[in-house]
């Protein structure tokens, strides 16, 4: 089945690093992603990490993957006041119908003063 | 560079009205589109998606409709809105593993 849980909310201070967590359940995933949501906007593709790599770090953002546990987790150095947002992670699966996304519910990352 | 624009940004519609939103992507040929609707408790949930034009394959039953009438263009209708219908919507596109998403528009049935 595929069910992708995150919790709902995360605070950290300005500066200190954030770690946003998400499991799966679809070991068959081929990719796994982060994207962040601003209020009233889009999702905005942070990052993404292929089903077979542990790590993949980007500038402030690392991605790490444990297959085995079918966990990943989203770490944001040096948290900045920009990046208060909703942050969602999601599986994929390689269908008929293209590549088929299933998404977390997302995470609420306030980062205070 | 690819753009996916999304068409109105906002609306307000009486239940019981018809309803029309189009989505449109430039910079790219053939991809597969997506419609999914984000609901106020913040998860998406896949409506519709397209791998070419006049395939549309739906994910749940409901009140809502899509078409590709174009390569590059995925319409969301419905005939009949129903309040439970209110929520935001938002189109993607995806050539290969990656779907990118438009800025979606607010939809509010009164």
């Known amino acids: 089945g595929e069910d992708v849980e995150q919790s709902l909310f995360l605070s950290v201070r300005e500066g200190d690093s954030s770690v946003i967590n998400c499991t799966y359940t679809d070991s068959s995933s081929t990719y796994l992603y982060w994207y962040k949501q601003e209020p009233g906007a889009g999702l905005q593709l942070l990052t993404y990490i292929f089903s077979n790599m542990d790590m993949k770090q980007d500038q402030r953002l690392t991605v790490l993957l444990n297959k085995k546990d079918k966990h990943l987790s989203l770490r944001i150095a040096d948290t900045q006041t920009g990046d208060s947002a909703i942050y969602f992670c999601?599986?994929?699966?390689?269908?008929?119908?293209?590549?088929?996304?299933?998404f977390g519910t997302g995470t609420q990352l306030k980062v205070e003063l | 560079s690819q753009t996916i624009h999304q068409w109105p940004a906002t609306l307000v519609q009486p239940v019981g009205s018809p309803l029309s939103l189009e989505c449109t992507v430039e910079g790219t040929s053939n991809p597969n589109l997506y419609w999914y609707r984000q609901a106020a408790g913040r998860g998406l949930q896949l409506l519709f998606y397209s791998v070419g034009i006049g395939q549309i394959s739906s994910e749940v039953p409901q009140n809502l409709s899509a078409s590709r009438p174009q390569d590059r263009q995925f319409i969301l209708s419905s005939k009949k809105l129903l309040l439970s219908d209110s929520g935001f919507y938002l189109c993607?596109?995806?050539?290969?593993?990656?779907?990118?998403f438009g800025p979606g528009t607010r939809l509010t049935v009164l």
């Open positions: 993607a596109w995806s050539h290969a593993d990656t779907q990118y």
């Open positions: 999601a599986e994929s699966r390689v269908t008929g119908g293209g590549n088929k996304l299933t």
